[in-house]
């Protein structure tokens, strides 16, 4: 039978190919939605200032780098399903020498990026229809790795005018559902740039073991915290290993984003398990991106010193500048690499897609991210998220140009 013949046939008929209902539900990142019109601009001969997207400018550390001149395999075959054990073994360094902790190897689990470790955690600790509490602004792509795993995300707000700091354990427990199995926080926050304190990270652990719920933290951004700020890490917790799972991810450490690899950490050995047999489903995490990543060890503290210094002073270019522009509202940033200002317009999607479609200054515009993708509620639609991730001259070109496209915008608001 002609294959084509059966094709017309069937399209005849009325017979119509259907996707799932996950298809259907998986958002649109806010992040990368935009990147078609940013190629249009790029295309017109426009210079695009990317402050959309987490990607850092700095270098990453030559001694990783130079690893891959190291690599004399024939073959490049598929690595241990739970990582090598030079990079386990690596992580384990990490974590005693960073953090004073002692943890075994059968405790840390080699993911594809901190990503494959979120989705990994979603799908150990909840089965499908479970709800997940997650504040809100929230990463934007929790909601994706939710849907992935037929999960619910249920918001807690959190306010700007707050510094999108917890809010008390009551809107926590409004927010509980009888299906509730899961809490996600990321802290250092994306993407509003919030430390939370220890005894913020307590309440909420004091919450997960009165209810039963299991505390995925989110730990990407741990060594970018400033002014003297420390960041709790969740496997510091007192009595907390049942339930606590982290995420971790070498993307922003080392500014190599591109290596896609991290890692679930954990003390409770049937959540490892669980998350091993995941991992053997997909063979195995990337074994180059485990090569390259041994060379980290070679770095001392004058490294992530030096990197948090220079993320503070863009920091703080950043955060003057915005302050500067009439109408722009926001709370200094306390870590990580972003922020969540409160601009002046009608709506964030509007405004993002017109900053690339219709306006530049210079032949030059700017990328931002709509906030209304890091929100489960209607909130954000006049907020955007800033990454500062460029060099201090690029970043004073971008608020100069979002001042000037703020004048020229035709939905600005009082």
Known sequence: MNPTTTVDQATKSGTALQLSRRAHLIPASPIRKLAPL?????ARGIHVYHLNIGQPDIETPACMRSRLKELDAKVLEYSPSGGTPAYVESLQHYYQRRL???????????????????????MACANEGDDVL???????NYRAFATMAGLNIRPVATRGRDGFHLPAREAFEQALTPRTKVVIICNPNNPTGTVFSRE?????????REHGLFLISDEVYREF????????????????????IVVDSLSKRYSACGIRLGALVTRNKSVWDAGLRMAQGRLSPPGLAQFIAVGAENLGEEYTRDVVKEYQHRRDVLYDGLRAIPGVSLTKP???FYCMPTLPIDDADRFASWLLRDFSHDGATVMVAPATGFYASELGQHEVRIAYVLNEKDLRASIDLLRIALEQYP????
Not at 100 to 122: K, P, V, Y
Not at 200 to 208: D, H, N, R, S, V
């Open 411 to 414: 939905g600005r608001t009082a």
């Open 100 to 122: 004073g902790m002692d943890l075994r190897t059968d405790q840390i689990l080699a993911t594809t990026g901190g990503s494959e470790a979120i989705l990994f955690a979603f």
């Open 200 to 208: 913020e990270i307590e309440m909420l652990a004091g919450f997960c």
């Open 134 to 140: 997650s504040l809100e602004p929230f990463y934007t």
């Open 225 to 244: 915290v400033y002014d003297g700020r420390h960041a709790t890490s969740a496997l510091e917790l007192p009595n907390a290993d049942d339930f606590v």
């Open 334 to 336: 306390e870590g990580a």
């Open 38 to 42: 940013a190629d249009a601009a790029k």
